[in-house]
């Protein structure tokens, strides 16, 4: 079973994508992971991102492909993997296709920006430890004081809502198209995310046996 996994930031695609890989014992290849492994690895095509990264560029569309397409020809990948993280626009789910790389479904995992905002902007975390909390869903027991440490607790700037609001615009201009891409193909399969993960786990594990 070959699968992408698509979603806003903060939806929780990403937690969904690595339950499944480990139901369907087949891997989830993130993006970032790779490119990471092939700097690390010194592989041809790790070394082309490696002058990229060095230049503080963004790493262009036909070196992530390299790096994609020869990290779905190891031998983990023959029966099935995850992509996370990509294709992320049209030109991309396009190359993926030119690649000859068959897809069998496109999971949505779909939650609201009002929810989004305020999932991710209630986040806290603690200045010195690292614990994490959330305004509504793990409050401390002392406002601003980590319960483990007794520091201060803070918001990171990723968590701010107005980077969370510019993040959801930047996804929706530019990785949305691609429900419309791929439901045009018949592949996409919509999951409504849920406050629980263990719900929008449940939900996601039926709908892929459901169209297996």
Do not use: W
């Amino acid at each position: 079973m070959n699968l992408i996994f698509l979603g806003a930031p903060g939806a929780g695609k990403g937690t969904q994508a690595e339950i499944v890989s480990e139901k369907y014992r087949i891997p989830a290849v993130s993006t970032g992971n790779i490119i990471r492994e092939a700097l690390k690895n010194g592989t041809p095509t790790g070394l082309q991102a490696k002058a990229y990264i060095d230049a503080g560029k963004l790493v262009p569309d036909d070196v992530v492909i390299a790096i994609i397409k020869e990290r779905l020809a190891a031998d983990d990948c023959k029966n099935g993997f995850i992509l996370d993280g990509f294709p992320r626009t049209i030109p991309q789910a396009e190359a993926l296709d030119e690649m000859g790389v068959p897809i069998d479904k496109v999971v949505n995992i779909f939650v609201a920006d009002d929810r989004i905002v305020k999932r991710m902007s209630g986040r806290r975390v603690c200045s010195a430890c690292g614990n994490s909390y959330h305004l509504d869903y793990k409050r401390p027991k002392v406002e601003g004081v980590c319960d483990a440490c007794g520091s201060a607790l803070v918001q990171r700037k990723d968590d701010a809502p107005e980077t969370v609001s510019e993040r959801l615009r930047v996804y929706h201009e530019e990785t949305q198209p691609l429900e419309d891409y791929y439901g045009k193909k018949g592949k996409l399969l919509v999951v409504q995310g849920q406050e629980k993960v263990e719900d929008t786990t449940a939900l996601t594990l039926n709908i892929l046996e459901d169209n297996a």
